[in-house]
């Protein structure tokens, strides 16, 4: 296969996989990804930093080819940094061992046990372990490792190239995004925050506050103040780092916009139509709105509204006195993901249409309070809503909207 590299630095390049068809992701819907690598060229060592999933190497291989055309020398890599031991990052690791027997390889304590547990054949190989503050001399340059537990396995590390204050951040900052164009500044600002938001929403949610804490850390080791360019696992090269930073912080503190966000199922459109009464109440004070049927739209979409939403509207209809599968798959979903990590409480709102007796909003009501959410108002209507019905949602969503812009 031929593929080209990308230069981004005097020596560093980008030599990564383009996965243009991939949909789905652990659940996470996608429009294809990129799995970045990156080859740094020493005056005396050269390092890979992360590599691919198994059956997408052929990329790899002939990007880091090209690089070391490019750079004039004999095809050796001395050094492979491991940040991450999931396979979309480690899945290839096997293939250079073989292919370089010598190389080293560089890891987190965490990483070494799941490395060999994915990668078997590396049962007894020998690893190095670095931690916080520990570097590595390339020759004219430096490599240093940041351990960053839960951002987003127990295992994952930053490296930094300090020279030229390059942050290799594994799948901090990412974007599951694949595009022609490698930087932040060749896209529309629109699509990378919205993938960059993404990304977060479903991946980093839980580890707010050690993202937070993590910041604080590389700030106090004086790392923060020297990056210049992050080069994330997936999508987008941030030669703004500053933007995503300041945003991983809004995002992390639960800073939110007046915006409400609707998600909704339907057995015979009655909650359907209590959901777009609601919005219109909500719409009628100024406030955002973003609307998700899961009759056709995913969870992971939903969730990235959610994200930066003062309030969430959850109707669901009942079924044997419980909540519609596609409300409670998405409610398990939010309580995986800990909103309660978040500084800011939003807000929620539970309705729907029953048979009879009930039960979907004590359910979804439990559920949501243990996820971190604040319970504002529950609201069913047996069977098919009335006009007085409507006119009770039109006010519900209009209160909630006040609420949410005097808060």
């Known amino acids: 296969m031929k593929s080209d590299c990308l230069k981004i630095s005097e020596g560093i390049y980008w030599v990564g996989v383009l996965d243009w068809d991939l949909r789905d992701y652990h659940g996470y819907t996608l429009d294809g990804t990129t799995y970045n690598c990156y080859l740094v060229f020493g005056e005396n060592k050269t390092a890979l930093i992360d590599n691919v999933f198994p059956g997408t190497s052929a990329q790899l291989w002939a990007r880091v080819k090209d690089a070391f055309e490019k750079e004039g020398k004999d095809f050796k890599i001395d050094v492979i940094v491991q940040n991450h031991i999931e396979t979309d990052h480690s899945g290839s690791l096997t293939e250079f061992i073989k292919?370089?027997?010598?190389?080293?390889?560089?890891?987190?304590?965490?990483?070494?046990?799941?490395?060999?547990?994915?990668?078997?054949?590396?049962?007894?190989?020998?690893?190095?372990?670095?931690?916080?503050?520990?570097?590595?001399?390339?020759?004219?340059?430096?490599?240093?490792?940041?351990?960053?537990?839960?951002?987003?396995?127990?295992?994952s590390m930053f490296t930094m190239y300090m020279e030229e204050g390059i942050l290799f951040s594994n799948d901090a900052f990412g974007q599951h995004i694949c595009l022609s164009e490698r930087y932040d500044h060749e896209i529309d600002e629109y699509i990378l925050m919205e993938s960059a938001q993404k990304f977060y929403a479903n991946l980093i949610t839980p580890s707010s506050m050690m993202y937070m804490n993590k910041l604080k850390e590389i700030t106090d080791l004086g790392i923060a103040e020297k990056i210049k360019m992050i080069a994330p696992s997936h999508g987008q090269i941030w030669t703004n780092p500053e933007k995503i930073i300041n945003q991983y912080v809004d995002w992390a503190t639960g800073k939110c916009k007046d915006k409400v966000t609707f998600v909704y199922d339907t057995m015979h459109h009655s909650t359907q139509k209590m959901a777009h009464v609601m919005a219109e109440g909500v719409m009628s004070e100024g406030v955002e709105v973003k609307m998700y049927f899961l009759h056709e739209d995913n969870r992971s979409d939903a969730v990235t509204d959610i994200l930066d939403s003062k309030a969430v509207f959850i109707g669901s209809p009942t079924i044997m006195n419980n909540p519609y599968p596609s409300l409670g798959d998405i409610v398990y979903y939010l309580t995986a993901l800990n909103f309660k990590a978040t500084t800011y409480t939003k807000k929620a709102v539970l309705f729907g249409s029953k048979g009879?007796?009930?039960?979907?909003?004590?359910?979804?009501?439990?559920?949501?309070?243990?996820?971190?959410f604040d319970i504002a108002e529950t609201y069913d209507t047996i069977y098919i809503p009335n006009s007085d019905v409507y006119d009770d949602c039109y006010e519900i969503g209009k209160k909630i909207a006040k609420e949410i812009k005097d808060n």
Not at 101 to 113: I, K, L, R, T, W
Not at 128 to 154: I, Q, R
Request: net charge negative; hydrophobic share 40%.
């Open 356 to 372: 009879w007796g009930g039960g979907a909003n004590n359910k979804l009501a439990t559920d949501l309070e243990s996820a971190g």
């Open 99 to 155: 292919k370089f027997p010598e190389v080293e390889v560089y890891c987190s304590q965490m990483a070494v046990n799941g490395l060999k547990n994915h990668l078997p054949s590396l049962k007894d190989f020998e690893f190095n372990t670095v931690a916080t503050g520990d570097t590595l001399d390339l020759g004219g340059k430096t490599l240093a490792f940041v351990e960053a537990p839960m951002l987003h396995w127990p295992d």
